[in-house]
């Protein structure tokens, strides 16, 4: 199975890059970068030293219900897009030791029993693991110490 990650798409970046509200209704936070841990989810890949970034909270679902949570996510400041990702490899952004990966219906609610905290090597091959299983659609993958979301994981067409 190939696994394709999915960024925040360009429509919604954009709409933060000009000063649109986030999802808390709030006008997106500009800062500068010191180099570490500022994880873009537009291009997937970390926001340099000294780079400008923005901060917004932001609910990575179709639909607003009890599963759809909210959080803060950075993004780079300036237009950027995602690199290709070979098949195998992970996002760069994806540089910590581990993450919550949590398996979602067609719906997009949690699927129970799928959540857990994986090691950044077996990322891979518990996504496999997850989106064999039939009820499991899309897989998030989340900051195992803070929660926030990164991108999401779906079988590739």
């Given amino acids: 199975m190939q696994i394709t990650f999915e960024p925040m798409d360009e429509t919604t970046a954009a709409h933060f890059r000009n000063g649109g509200a986030d999802d ?19 291009c997937m890949r970390l926001v340099g030293r000294d780079q400008p970034y923005l901060i917004v909270a932001w609910r990575p679902f179709a639909a607003t219900h009890a599963y759809a949570e909210t959080g803060p996510v950075f993004l780079h400041a300036e237009a950027c897009a995602p ?13 910590s030791p581990d993450y ?11 699927v129970y029993g799928t959540g857990g905290v994986i090691s950044r090597d077996a990322i891979p091959a518990r996504i496999i693991d997850l989106l064999n299983e039939p009820s499991v659609k899309a897989v998030h993958i989340r900051s195992s110490r803070n929660n926030c979301y990164h991108c999401k994981a779906v079988a590739a067409a």
Wanted: charged share 25%.
């Fill in 24 to 42: 808390n209704g709030h006008a997106p936070e500009r800062h500068i970068s010191n180099g570490t841990g500022v994880p873009c989810r537009r």
């Fill in 100 to 110: 919550i990966l949590r398996g979602y219906d067609a719906d997009e609610r949690i």
């Fill in 83 to 95: 690199d290709p990702i070979a098949p195998g490899e992970l996002p760069a952004f994806l540089a």
